[in-house]
């Protein structure tokens, strides 16, 4: 049949089936390396020289997960957004030291030495069918229950023993697929606990500057009230703007891990709740340790990243209130230089006109200076007039061209 189809379709199927449960035949040893930030290109070179040196066909590269059988361990190879799952199965187990002899005993020292990435957790589980030994976990951190409908137990203390990792047993365990969806849950717990709690550090390394930035919030909001000056107004904005910044930079850092820890602690809860854990006698449930010793934790990142938001909108309130007094003040301040402009235009008004008043008299009175030198030798008299009443006639004639001339000057050049 032939139908248009998505081209991301098949690989989200195939999604569904990425990461399948491993039937797991007891007695035995599990162990579960998470390396956080591989690098990819070396991990594939990593994985594909363990197949070389045992003869199995490595991997296609950029497959998102793998198992072969290696002989004396199985390895189930998976990809995760942030971390690479190693998880070796090997056969058989001893009740009586149960984690002696994990799994990673049966590889190469050097080829695990150099695995690259970091790891974020490390866990040994062993399947054993006879009662457990018990005497290897911490007393006061041991949690326990039954698990898979009363069809096997599981002990931990999620302590990191000697050989750095956490230890888990499963005892009287269930059927081979029901043993290894149990197996795959209680590792996926382990690993997703330990990348929730990744956060935490986080969390405490920023609190000092949290309450630092509280704090100038505070006596900033308090001296607001008292600033009377554009300078104040502007220096206080100038400090709330570098507190802004401090909280930005607190919240690009943590943002994404504060996030990304909340989906983990999801995770755990869910798979926990998978467990369908039956308490039993004298011990808590692994459910309930977690919760009293988890919970504590991933409420202080929480708080945080609340405290982070709380404070970034505290300052933009600050600021928006700082800016919006600037912005009075400057046109205040502006209001008043327009008026002292004006007052000054009109002074340099009056000047103007002053100035232009004595120029026509003085320039009104030079010429008729020089006219009545023209003037005065003519026989005036013969035509029954005075050169002192001619220039008299012509003073205001004289003054009013002046007058005009000087005007059509100003008007020119104020265009």
Known sequence: MNF??????????????????????????????????PDRAAEEAHLAALCAR???????????WFLADFGAFRLRFERHTEFTGWNFVADGADPTRPFENPALAALPPEWLASLPGQA????????????????GFAGDSLSGAA?????????????????????????EHPSPMVAGRLAQTLWEIETYRALA?????????????????SEQLT???????????????????????QIGGEIERANAATAERFSASAAYHRLVLRRLSELGETPLVGLPTLTRFLDRRMEPAMATVSATGAR???????????????????????EAQAEAQLATLAGTGRAQLRLQQTVEGLSVAGITYYLLTVLGYLLKPLPWETYGTKVETIIAVLVPLIAALVWLNLRKRRLESES
Not at 12 to 29: K, N, T, Y
Not at 309 to 330: C, G, I, M, N, W
């Open 147 to 171: 698990v898979a409908g009363g069809e096997a137990m599981v002990f931990t203390d999620f302590r990191l023993h000697a050989d750095g990792a956490t230890h888990i047993l499963v005892a």
């Open 4 to 37: 248009p189809t998505h081209p991301a379709r098949e690989s989200l199927v195939g999604e569904l089936h990425a990461r399948p449960a491993i039937p797991i035949q007891g007695p035995a040893r599990l162990s579960r390396l998470a390396m956080l930030a």
């Open 197 to 213: 709690l990744l956060a935490l550090p986080a969390a405490r390394a920023i609190g000092p500057g949290l309450a630092s930035a």
């Open 120 to 135: 974020i957790a490390a866990m040994h589980i062993t399947l054993v069918d006879t009662a457990p030994e018990l005497c």
């Open 54 to 64: 045992h003869g199995v066909q490595p991997p296609a590269p950029g497959a998102p």
């Open 219 to 241: 006596r900033l909001s308090e001296r607001l009230a008292s600033l009377e000056t554009l300078d104040s107004e502007r220096e206080a904005l100038e400090e709330l703007t």
């Open 308 to 330: 982070i938001s709380a404070l970034s909108v505290r300052t933009a309130r600050l600021v928006d209130l700082l800016r919006a007094r600037v912005a009075v003040t400057q």
